[in-house]
């Protein structure tokens, strides 16, 4: 199964741009849903700058929906930028 990308995890991502070395509490994330939300923004960047095919953003869309607790977090994720 894979971790949960939550609304929550999000904002600590954002509070220490995704560097998760410099969380307060970085033994108590998820490691796993934080690499995740990693390569996620990495294949946003791609697509969003057109190197990504069609099949690879579909590819990306059905992940989107597979690994996010709902569509706000779906929607936040694609417009976070650090």
């Known amino acids: 199964m894979s971790p949960t990308i939550t609304l929550e995890l999000l904002d600590r991502y954002e509070q220490v741009k995704g560097e998760l070395e410099r969380a307060p509490s970085a033994h108590q994330v998820d490691r796993g849903a934080w690499e995740l939300v990693d390569e996620l923004m990495l294949d946003l960047h ?37």
């Open 46 to 82: 791609l697509i969003d700058h057109g190197y990504a095919t069609e099949s690879y953003q579909r590819h990306v869309e059905r992940r989107l929906t597979e690994v996010c607790a709902d569509a706000a977090t779906i929607d936040r994720l694609r417009h976070l930028r650090l």
